[in-house]
């Protein structure tokens, strides 16, 4: 079965770092785009990033453009959000997903606070 492990999160300042990652298993992860999506305190979940399954192409967010970045490792299947110069709108829960032909997968998420 699809499992999708995200670690990383956690308390940062403002305008500090955070590298997440999304390790996944259950299914042929180098075949298929990988996401990153949020959902902050009273907002809906939304998509922040997308990579293309070799890891070629990338996609994001308005609001995190030149400062969030995406990358995969079809080898290890994991995928990571580099996130930089972060601010307070970023404070949300970080889900990673994947949309296989019978379903969508979400991982468990994991909290990013951004706060001073």
């Known amino acids: 079965q699809v499992q999708l492990v995200e670690s990383g999160g956690g308390l940062v300042q403002p305008g500090g770092s955070l590298r997440l990652s999304c390790t996944a298993s259950?299914?042929?992860?180098?075949?298929?785009?990988m996401y990153w999506y949020r959902q902050g305190p009273g907002k809906e979940r939304e998509v922040v990033a997308v990579v293309s399954s070799a890891g070629s192409s990338t996609n994001y967010a308005d609001s995190v453009k030149g400062r969030f970045t995406i990358s995969r490792d079809n080898v290890r299947n994991r995928v990571s959000l580099q996130m930089n110069s972060l601010k307070p709108a970023d404070t949300a829960r970080y889900y990673c997903s994947v949309n296989t032909i019978d379903a969508i997968h979400w991982g468990q998420g994991t909290q990013v606070t951004v706060s001073s």
């Open positions: 259950g299914f042929n992860f180098g075949a298929y785009l």
